[in-house]
């Protein structure tokens, strides 16, 4: 059955139309939050997401040393 489902949301999709898209997200609106938009929703969560903001990551970036001897760690 899930297969079904899926195979009509990218038949859907394939024909780029617009109402065919907001069924789509109506759909998957419905069976993911069905209490609507405040389904799950914590105040103190919301509160948080207001002030976060991401942070860039300082880390080395590491080299692909593939060619020294098989798999490392970038490729794998």
Known sequence: MQ??????HIAKLAQRDESAGREIVARVS????PGGSAD???PTALRWLRHWRPVRALA????????DGGRCAVCN
């Open 30 to 33: 419905r069976q993911c939050w």
């Open 60 to 67: 080395p970036v590491p080299v692909c040393s593939c060619a």
């Open 3 to 8: 297969d079904d489902l899926i195979r009509d």
């Open 40 to 42: 799950r929703s914590e």
